[in-house]
């Protein structure tokens, strides 16, 4: 049993909601690793070059660039585990937010300036 998504009765429609859920917390997982990405490529000389995918945007373009693949995979995993299942979307949705919250955080000058 997954604690993060415990299977919860069946909704009245009996369809699972396992895959939107997949969806919603793939999404502010995705969000989080460019907070965390960005940070990373500004207080570090060698994370900043290895995401230098395209020198005219600098390492902009490889922050981006893996957080969308992390995104993807992601829900690809989620999405696979959780498919066919009813799942607890109050808490995928709550941990989502979070994570929205932090990548917002994050990004905001005066805090990522702090790191």
Do not use: Q
């Not at 997949?22 to 460019?34: D, P």
């Not at 989620?78 to 932090?102: F, K, P």
């Amino acid at each position: 049993m997954n604690r993060l998504a415990p299977t919860v009765p069946a909704n009245s429609a009996g369809l699972p909601n396992g895959s939107g859920a997949a969806a919603i917390l793939a999404a502010g997982i995705g969000s989080f690793m460019v907070a965390v990405l960005a940070i990373a490529a500004d207080n570090s000389a060698a994370v900043k070059s290895l995401l230098n995918f395209y020198r005219p945007s600098g390492p902009l373009s490889g922050v981006t660039t893996t957080a969308v693949l992390v995104w993807l995979i992601a829900w690809g995993i989620l999405d696979w585990r959780w498919r066919s299942r009813t799942v607890a979307l109050g808490r995928i949705n709550a941990l989502a937010l979070v994570l929205l919250g932090l990548s917002l955080l994050l990004t905001f000058p005066p805090i990522a300036d702090l790191f």
